[in-house]
């Protein structure tokens, strides 16, 4: 299977600014997504960008990609205590194969 | 609209006991997928369904799990009989039928978390 990689956990304080990185070793991937999971639950997509795309913003969310480097990228503006949660970043191949990251887990400081 | 749904919630059992688990898709989705996801990892696919065919089952451990989508709607998971490592939280999700083009957003489920002493 591909390779996703992540850091493991990032705190920032409240208000601040969070950048969540991610590589990954596909160069055919099709779409690349953020999903959000909070304890106890599911995994909840938060912002996907297509591959041909290099910058996508929702709101508070944006998300970065840098094909050449396979390298992706999600910033929080003014992060809140309830952004607290581990992130997933995942990419789907040409196969429509999904392949998840290892998490990094955000800590937002009062 | 209702989101995806799983049972039990969670389940401990006894290593080579058997268990399974339960899953009903949001209405209208042809594709569901079983994840398991071990603590401090991210989900990994075991199995892929379009309506009731398999269309990926190469991570599934064949020897011990199973799965079936008999009518192309709710799906059954077992583990027969189960290890230690089979400690995880088994997520189930769906989708609108995969295709070449498009997101295939993924809905996911609560998950179960299974426990094997």
């Known amino acids: 299977g591909e390779d996703v990689e992540q850091s493991l956990f990032l705190s920032v304080r409240e208000g601040d600014s969070s950048v969540i990185n991610c590589t990954y070793t596909d160069s055919s991937s099709t779409y690349l997504y953020w999903y959000k999971q909070e304890p106890g639950a599911g995994l909840q997509l938060l912002t996907y960008?297509?591959?041909?795309?290099d910058m996508k913003q929702d709101q508070r969310l944006t998300v970065l990609l840098n094909k050449k480097d396979k390298h992706l990228s999600l910033r929080i503006a003014d992060t809140q205590t309830g952004d607290s949660a581990i992130y997933f970043c995942?990419?789907?191949?040409?196969?429509?194969?999904?392949?998840f990251g290892t998490g990094t887990s955000l800590t937002v400081i009062p | 609209e209702a989101g995806v749904a799983q049972s039990p919630r969670y389940k401990i059992i006894e290593k080579r006991q058997s268990v399974a688990f339960w899953c009903n898709p949001i209405?209208?989705?042809?594709?569901l997928y079983w994840y398991q996801q071990i603590l401090g990892q991210g989900p990994k696919l075991l199995i892929q369904f379009q309506n009731n065919g398999v269309v990926d089952d190469s991570q599934l451990p064949k020897d011990r799990f199973s799965a079936e989508r008999l009518k192309g709607v709710d799906s059954t998971l077992k583990i027969q009989p189960a290890k230690l490592e089979d400690s995880a939280v088994y997520l189930c999700a769906s989708s609108l039928p995969t295709g070449s083009t498009g997101t295939n957003e993924q809905f996911f489920g609560p998950g179960t978390r299974l426990t094997v002493l």
């Open positions: 960008i297509f591959s041909n795309m």
């Open positions: 209405s209208g989705h042809a594709t």
């Open positions: 995942a990419e789907k191949d040409t196969g429509n194969q999904f392949y």
